[in-house]
Each structure stands twice: as structure tokens, then as C-alpha cells.
């Protein structure tokens, strides 16, 4: 019997790995990843790409100790990037096994994420995701580089 109640306890205690795919709000860039999630704690560590550009983003989350209502985020998310960029969040559950988060980086560039502990789910989503922002021609307007920039007219009758 004490062998078949240790086995749920160390899965218990070394953690849940959850799955994430999300995107800018504008919908052309796409971002996926993967976290190890603390049940104990409540808090996760993650880490996401932002697909095409090349960056890297690491982070955490910890619970809204002050929450009040089912309206407030369940959890506050930070993360630091590669390139330099920072950036804060909040998320909520939306099921058991999964939920939805937003976040705003350093820059102003905003994006939304599912996240969940289903894989399948994920790579639903991760294919609806990368579907969308190659429809919308996948140039992301990052913020943070100036080169990405659409080009200002010159023309003063436009």
C-alpha cells in the first residue's frame, strides 16, 4: 500500500508541465512554449519564443495573494527576454486543466496565450495560431525594433 501512495506524491511534488501557444494581439507574430508549474507554491516557470524573430523569453508567475473576485487574475506573470525586452502579465484558469493569459512587454507590444497541461489542446491551438498569422501575412510590428516600422509616407496629399 506505501508504495502506491509514494508514487502520486512525487509526481505531486516535482510539478506539472504545462504547454503554451499565444500570439500578438495583432496577430501576426506567434509564440510558443513550455513551463513546469509548482502546485505546491502556485507559481510556474516558463519559457516561450516568439516564432520568426528569433527571441527567447524566460519567466514566472506567482499567485494574486489580494484577489477579491472571480473577475481579478489568479496569477501575476513576469518574464525577461534575450534581446533585452521585459515584460508583465496576468492569468487566469479557465478549466481545470487549462487557462488564458495577457501580457504587455517593455515596448508596448501586447500578447494573449492558452496554456494547459493537455498537449493535444496546445497543438490545436499552436495550428490555429500559426494559421491565423501566416493569413495575416506574418510581419510583426515589434515594438521594440524600430526597423520593423512601416515607412512613414512622404507624400503630404496621403
Known amino acids: 500500500m506505501a508504495k502506491y501512495f509514494l508514487i502520486p506524491v512525487i509526481v505531486f511534488l516535482s510539478g506539472c508541465q504545462f504547454w503554451i501557444a499565444g500570439h500578438s494581439v495583432d496577430k501576426r507574430a506567434l509564440v510558443i512554449g513550455t513551463g513546469t508549474a509548482d502546485p505546491a507554491a502556485g507559481t510556474t516557470v516558463y ?57 504587455t512587454d517593455s515596448c508596448g507590444n501586447m500578447f494573449v496565450f492558452d496554456y494547459s497541461i493537455n498537449q493535444d489542446f496546445i497543438a490545436q491551438k499552436e495550428a490555429e495560431y500559426r494559421a491565423m498569422v501566416k493569413r495575416n501575412g506574418g510581419f510583426w510590428n515589434d515594438k521594440c525594433v524600430a526597423s520593423t516600422d512601416a515607412p512613414k509616407h512622404s507624400d503630404p496629399l496621403l
Open 47 to 103: 519559457t516561450m519564443e516568439i516564432v520568426g524573430a528569433n527571441i527567447i523569453c524566460k519567466g514566472t508567475s506567482s499567485p494574486n495573494r489580494q484577489r477579491r473576485s472571480a473577475l481579478e487574475p489568479e496569477a501575476w506573470t513576469e518574464l525577461t527576454c534575450d534581446d533585452g525586452r521585459t515584460g508583465k502579465g496576468e492569468s487566469t484558469r479557465t478549466t481545470l486543466d487549462t487557462g488564458v493569459s495577457k501580457g
